[in-house]
């Protein structure tokens, strides 16, 4: 009979020397060092990536301002996954007061904490037709280049997967897949 075992730790503030009010939704990867990075929303809905800074100490990086996103654009949810080679793909859906939510695919990243901080603007995203949506939830996969038993290195593509509800009509989920 197999074992399972697991491990776990309570962290209780991953920014030290500030506290940090998280709205919830956080997902974690791997810089190019091997060092976390934090892609989150803290509790005005500001989408926030956390990762070591040069001096060795974790940095609170303000991507909705370096996005150009309003104080008005929060975060409803977020997804990031990240491939085998590093590759970090992010998705989030934006909403604000009386419009419908925006969903936002940025292009594939390295896991360079350097280039994070070097975004500006929306040029990084793939653009294209926004609906009249209340977007609820999003899951990314990654589908590996060959077989799962010869663990490649290439991705053969992602899937995303919205949860989404189009105003006046019931709940439905909707798939899309991202090319690159």
């Keep these: 009979m197999a074992k399972i ?3 776990c730790e309570y962290m209780t503030n991953a920014f030290p020397a500030a506290p940090l009010k998280l709205k919830g939704e956080f997902a974690v990867a791997e810089d190019h060092n091997g060092e976390h990075m934090i892609f989150t929303s803290d509790e005005r809905g500001v ?4 990762a070591k800074g040069k ?3 974790n940095e609170l990086i303000d991507l909705s301002r370096k996005f150009g996103f309003s104080k008005e654009q929060t975060v409803r949810t977020l997804a990031v996954s990240q491939n085998l080679d590093g590759t970090i793909h992010l998705v989030f859906a934006l909403q604000e007061n009386g419009k419908a939510d925006q969903l936002f ?3 594939p ?3 360079s904490v350097d280039d994070w901080i070097a975004l500006h603007g929306r040029d990084a995203f793939y653009s294209g037709p926004q609906w009249d949506i209340t977007i609820r939830e999003i899951l990314l ?3 590996p280049g060959k077989s799962s038993a010869q663990r490649s290195n290439k991705v053969r593509g992602q899937a995303m997967t919205v949860r989404a509800r189009k105003k006046h009509t019931p709940r439905s989920t909707w798939c899309f897949n991202i090319e690159h």
């Design 109 to 111: 990243m390295a896991p």
């Design 55 to 57: 001096q060795g100490h």
């Design 47 to 50: 989408l926030c990536l956390i």
């Design 5 to 7: 075992s697991a491990q």
């Design 105 to 107: 695919v940025l292009r």
């Design 141 to 143: 996969v990654s589908f």
